[in-house]
């Protein structure tokens, strides 16, 4: 814990961001549109205490990548392009989708491609594009190491974020940390990844060091949208492989993106769910877990179905759904992985060689709760040891804090499905941006929350 005496050199800063994916990249695309409306209408000569908020974020990857490892030739995005950066909370700002397509000359086939789901190929080449007009407020290849709370007078007045990049440490103070720490690959418990048992975020990378004319054996396990792009991907890249799909599931799931449905992403959804009893919020999720959980894409369950049924027709059979099944051990052996799979109705159990066995079983919220450090003890806990969260993103602290603490993702409990997904992302760092405006005019006399 720090005292006001403590780091007195570290730079002062309205607004730290942790991570900068897509979620605080959207961030910094609303606070640079709420100083942008502050100064046009104070005009010339304004200050910095006009009511503009200053603001910088960390990223410990050396440059901006959104799922590089997944950017599989011929997937789309699964949600419109209209679910950019800033278009959902203002659609004349800088940073949409359709005037990054504007600068880049495309905006005309693009319409004329008729497509409301673009590459994801393209959409990181959009993201890309935005995220490059914020290098000068972004530390790449810098990691977050500890938040120490900044007591003054009895009450926690700012928080530090030290950093380390290089063996180098830096220290920065802020009043608002917003943490969007992404997402942390999941596995089976005992699952070890390895140079032949990969997570499918690592997939282009790992498949390019592979022989695509070799005669491999490749083992995928999960039913969802990414195990289904895996399979289908390693089938028609290794034409000579051979590649099992394992599931438990009898069959893919189609993903539930019908009109209605849909509307439990849109903004207005955020306040229904957030403001519901506890055990409706639980058969919402329950409902609805098909719209992004363990869901696949109708048109790529079909071109799965029209391989396997092709190959029966004219061999040889290269694609084997192992459907009702688990996996029960990935073992090394002289050839490469011996893989146990125990088919579930029936308990028969199976093994097979492998050369590689790619869990495609999706990924977990990063716990927020070991970088805050010393400051959790300031925060509201619930039962299970959770933050807890106002409906604006805010973790809930108790008394004696002056500052505020802000999460991007990880609040799908409280705050619905679309918590982490690109869905609801511009809207989010409006209504995060207003928050913290709104708490630096309470500091600033006359100024005021300009963000639209």
Same mark, same amino acid.
């Given at each position: 814990?720090?005292?006001?005496?403590?780091?007195?050199?570290?730079?002062?800063?309205?607004?730290?961001?942790?991570?900068?994916?897509?979620?605080?990249?959207?961030?910094?695309?609303?606070?640079?549109?709420?100083?942008?409306?502050?100064?046009?209408?104070?005009?010339?000569?304004?200050?910095?205490?006009?009511?503009?908020?200053?603001?910088?974020?960390?990223?410990?990857?050396?440059?901006?990548?959104?799922?590089?490892?997944?950017?599989?030739?011929?997937?789309?995005?699964?949600?419109?392009?209209?679910?950019?950066?800033?278009?959902?909370?203002?659609?004349?700002?800088?940073?949409?989708?359709?005037?990054?397509?504007?600068?880049?000359?495309?905006?005309?086939?693009?319409?004329?491609?008729?497509?409301?789901?673009?590459?994801?190929?393209?959409?990181?080449?959009?993201?890309?594009?935005?995220?490059?007009?914020?290098?000068?407020?972004?530390?790449?290849?810098?990691?977050?190491?500890?938040?120490?709370?900044?007591?003054?007078?009895?009450?926690?007045?700012?928080?530090?974020?030290?950093?380390?990049?290089?063996?180098?440490?830096?220290?920065?103070?802020?009043?608002?940390?917003?943490?969007?720490?992404?997402?942390?690959?999941?596995?089976?418990?005992?699952?070890?990844?390895?140079?032949?048992?990969?997570?499918?975020?690592?997939?282009?990378?790992?498949?390019?060091?592979?022989?695509?004319?070799?005669?491999?054996?490749?083992?995928?396990?999960?039913?969802?949208?990414?195990?289904?792009?895996?399979?289908?991907?390693?089938?028609?890249?290794? $034409?000579?492989?051979?590649?099992?799909? *394992?599931?438990?599931?009898? @069959? !893919?799931? /189609? =993903? #539930?993106?019908? &009109?209605?449905?849909?509307?439990?992403?849109?903004?207005?959804?955020?306040?229904?769910?957030?403001?519901?009893?506890?055990?409706?919020?639980?058969?919402?999720?329950?409902?609805?877990?098909?719209?992004?959980?363990?869901?696949?894409?109708?048109?790529?369950?079909?071109?799965?179905?029209?391989?396997?049924?092709?190959?029966?027709?004219?061999?040889?059979?290269?694609?084997?759904?192992?459907?009702?099944?688990?996996?029960?051990?990935?073992?090394?052996?002289?050839?490469?992985?011996?893989?146990?799979?125990?088919?579930?109705?029936?308990?028969?159990? $199976?093994?097979?060689?492998?050369?590689? *066995?790619?869990?495609?079983? @999706? !990924?977990? /919220? =990063? #716990?927020?709760? &070991?970088?805050?450090?010393?400051?959790?003890?300031?925060?509201?806990?619930?039962?299970?040891?959770?933050?807890?969260?106002?409906?604006?993103?805010?973790?809930?602290?108790?008394?004696?804090?002056?500052?505020?603490?802000?999460?991007?993702?990880?609040?799908?409990?409280?705050?619905?499905?679309?918590?982490?997904?690109?869905?609801?992302?511009?809207?989010?760092?409006?209504?995060?941006?207003?928050?913290?405006?709104?708490?630096?005019?309470?500091?600033?006399?006359?100024?005021?929350?300009?963000?639209?």
């Amino acid at each position: 814990m720090n005292t006001a005496a403590d780091t007195a050199a570290a730079p002062f800063l309205d607004v730290v961001g942790v991570g900068f994916g897509p979620s605080n990249l959207a961030l910094a695309v609303a606070l640079r549109s709420h100083n942008d409306a502050v100064a046009m209408r104070s005009g010339a000569g304004t200050t910095p205490q006009d009511g503009r908020l200053t603001f910088a974020f960390v990223e410990k990857q050396p440059r901006f990548g959104w799922h590089r490892g997944m950017l599989i030739d011929g997937a789309t995005l699964q949600v419109s392009f209209l679910k950019d950066l800033a278009t959902l909370r203002d659609p004349a700002s800088p940073f949409t989708f359709l005037k990054y397509l504007h600068e880049k000359g495309r905006l005309p086939s693009f319409i004329n491609h008729k497509a409301l789901f673009p590459s994801r190929v393209e959409f990181n080449d959009y993201l890309t594009w935005a995220a490059a007009a914020f290098e000068d407020v972004v530390q790449y290849g810098t990691e977050v190491v500890e938040v120490r709370p900044v007591v003054v007078d009895g009450r926690v007045a700012h928080l530090d974020v030290v950093a380390q990049a290089g063996g180098r440490t830096t220290v920065s103070r802020t009043r608002n940390l917003v943490l969007a720490c992404g997402l942390v690959p999941a596995t089976p418990p005992g699952v070890t990844l390895s140079d032949r048992v990969w997570h499918s975020y690592e997939l282009l990378d790992r498949a390019d060091r592979l022989d695509e004319a070799a005669p491999l054996t490749m083992t995928v396990v999960g039913a969802g949208q990414s195990a289904a792009e895996v399979t289908e991907y390693l089938h028609r890249r290794f $034409r000579a492989a051979t590649v099992y799909s *394992v599931f438990s599931r009898f @069959g !893919y799931s /189609p =993903a #539930d993106d019908s &009109p209605f449905v849909n509307g439990i992403f849109d903004p207005a959804a955020v306040d229904l769910f957030f403001h519901s009893p506890p055990a409706v919020k639980k058969m919402l999720l329950d409902y609805h877990a098909n719209t992004n959980y363990s869901a696949v894409d109708a048109d790529l369950i079909a071109e799965l179905y029209r391989r396997v049924y092709d190959e029966s027709v004219r061999g040889p059979r290269r694609l084997h759904m192992v459907n009702s099944s688990r996996v029960q051990n990935v073992e090394p052996d002289p050839a490469g992985l011996r893989v146990t799979v125990e088919h579930l109705p029936t308990g028969q159990v $199976r093994r097979f060689g492998s050369d590689v *066995v790619v869990y495609a079983t @999706g !990924y977990r /919220p =990063a #716990d927020p709760i &070991p970088m805050l450090g010393d400051f959790v003890q300031y925060c509201k806990l619930d039962d299970r040891g959770a933050l807890c969260f106002e409906r604006d993103y805010r973790v809930v602290t108790t008394g004696g804090v002056d500052c505020a603490v802000y999460l991007q993702g990880g609040t799908e409990e409280t705050h619905g499905i679309s918590s982490s997904l690109l869905s609801n992302t511009a809207v989010r760092a409006g209504e995060i941006t207003r928050s913290i405006a709104a708490g630096y005019g309470d500091r600033i006399p006359g100024a005021r929350t300009l963000m639209p």
